[in-house]
T-cell receptor, first 115, second 112 residues
Framework: SAVISQKPSRDICQRGTSLTIQCQVD?????MFWYRQQPGQSLTLIAT?????????ESGFVIDKFPISRPNLTFSTLTVSNMSPEDSSIYLC????????????FGPGTRLTVL | AQSVTQLGSHVSVSEGALVLLRCNYS??????LFWYVQYPNQGLQLLLK??????LVKGINGFEAEFKKSETSFHLTKPSAHMSDAAEYFC??????????FGTGTRLQVFP
């Protein structure tokens, strides 16, 4: 398993501002992922963050809106830019140590409310 | 492409009763299947996983799931519900790669 922390745990932000969410893992991992969980809904993958390369974004998500950094094997950030109330969600990071099982472990999430 | 369908967005049981949460999957390749639990205001915790070994998989907290290829199902069960089992449960499928596709979730309520 892995111990994953996220900062902040929650925040209330104003429309038009940006928020950077941090994800820290207690050991080196190959893959890190960012998910969005909108109120009452399931998880949707935003992007995969690989160390040393650009993040890979899923359909419907773009780098200008959700820039991601992955400076080393234990840390990543997700920025939610130019926020609107529709961005109010829980944002979760997860990690995976690599095959063959591709099992993911999740952080506690960041609960974002945009006014 | 992979997909997951969870039948029943809400399930209510009495304490001590059988818990049955349904999950059906679609996959173009032999899948890996997972059940995660999310307690209020927390992240997701892995309950159990199927990776093509035994078809009956035992997980934490007394939960188990059976992989049935003929029915494309991976239902989650627990013989006797406990109040602490109240949570949101997500089934997920992987095409043996890095991507997890989640179902829409089932909220389990347990009544005394």
């Amino acid at each position: 398993s892995a111990v994953i922390s996220q900062k902040p745990s929650r925040d209330i932000c104003q429309r038009g501002t940006s928020l950077t969410i941090q994800c820290q893992v207690d050991s080196q991992v190959t893959m890190m992922f960012w998910y969005r969980q909108q109120p009452g809904q399931s998880l949707t993958l935003i992007a995969t963050a690989n160390q040393g390369s650009e993040a890979t974004y899923e359909s419907g998500f773009v780098i200008d809106k959700f820039p991601i950094s992955r400076p080393n094997l234990t840390f990543s950030t997700l920025t939610v830019s130019n926020m609107s109330p529709e961005d109010s969600s829980i944002y979760l990071c997860s990690v995976e140590r690599g095959g063959p099982i591709y099992e993911q472990f999740f952080g506690p999430g960041t609960r974002l409310t945009v006014l | 492409a992979q997909s997951v369908t969870q039948l029943g967005s809400h399930v209510s049981v009495s304490e001590g009763a059988l818990v049955l949460l349904r999950c059906n999957y679609s996959s173009s390749v032999p899948p890996y299947l997972f059940w995660y639990v999310q307690y209020p205001n927390q992240g997701l915790q892995l309950l159990l996983k199927y990776t093509s070994a035994a078809t009956l998989v035992k997980g934490i907290n007394g939960f188990e799931a059976e992989f049935k290829k003929s029915e494309t199902s991976f239902h989650l069960t627990k013989p006797s519900a406990h109040m602490s089992d109240a949570a949101e449960y997500f089934c997920a499928v992987s095409a043996r790669d890095d991507k997890l596709i989640f179902g829409t979730g089932t909220r389990l309520q347990v009544f005394p």
